[in-house]
């Protein structure tokens, strides 16, 4: 009877069904470390111990991660960490007591999680995605993100698809960017995930259809759901 109950819980995930944005050798092993659940979808985030071991390369192991951890020397987006199966997103900003660099999780140009060194200034930021409005007694707003966070404004234009850019310092809206033709987005999911450019048009849904977004990235049009896309400026 345990043994059902406890099979849906498992610490570990087939190797060949874990998230394609996981960079490692899916024939040479057959288990992968699970994420935990938290602010970001499994689908969409690596665990921290699979950021640390297999996409920065700077442990060789569990015990080696668990080290940093445990004396509280990685930040995620501003907040210490200490869970190796934390889910790590897009965007989240990492930083290690003891490096220089600050690191910003992306993804390569075949949609795979990694990490880009940023100056200090926009280590202070980051960028998620609205993907929920409603609207309180009073007027106030309450908008909720990608990344699980939620915020109440008393003023805003921003709607669902629409970009925010957050403070870590005292996570506080420092922008609001509007999903629109002329904007610099970046593609997070799809077969272009990883590349980015300025949005040429925007074909909304319809009956049948969702809505499509035209890109010029690298001197080139491509078409994604608007789903794929967060606006980065």
């Known amino acids: 009877m345990n043994k059902v109950a406890n099979k849906g819980n498992s610490r570990k995930e ?38 640390l071991r297999e996409v920065m390369k700077i442990v060789s192991n569990k015990r080696e991660a668990k080290a940093i951890l445990t004396d509280r020397k ?14 790590v997103g897009l965007f989240d900003v990492v930083e290690i007591e003891g490096m220089e660099d600050k690191l910003r999780v992306e993804l390569d140009s075949k949609g795979r999680f ?11 930021a980051k960028i998620c995605k609205i993907t929920s409005k409603t609207m309180l007694k009073g007027g106030r707003f309450v908008l909720g993100t990608n990344d ?54 925007i074909k909304e849904a319809s009956q049948n259809k969702p809505k499509l977004i035209t890109i010029e990235s690298e001197g080139k049009n491509i078409e994604t759901l608007a789903s794929n896309v967060i606006v980065i400026e």
């Open 14 to 51: 087939k190797a060949l069904t874990s998230s394609k944005k996981r960079l490692f050798d899916r024939k040479k092993y057959k288990w992968a470390v699970k994420s935990r659940a938290g602010p970001n979808a499994k689908v969409d985030s690596i665990p921290l111990l699979a950021l």
């Open 74 to 87: 990685l930040k995620l987006s501003g907040k210490i960490r200490t869970d190796l199966k934390f889910p």
């Open 114 to 124: 990694m990490v880009k060194k940023i100056d200090k200034k926009e280590a202070n």
């Open 148 to 201: 699980g966070k939620t915020f109440v404004l008393s003023k805003t234009k921003a709607n669902t698809g629409d970009s925010l850019k957050i403070s870590l310092n005292d996570n506080k809206v420092q922008k609001e960017f509007t999903l629109e033709e002329g904007k610099n987005v970046y593609v997070m999911g799809g077969t272009h995930a990883g590349q980015q450019g300025k949005i040429k048009s």
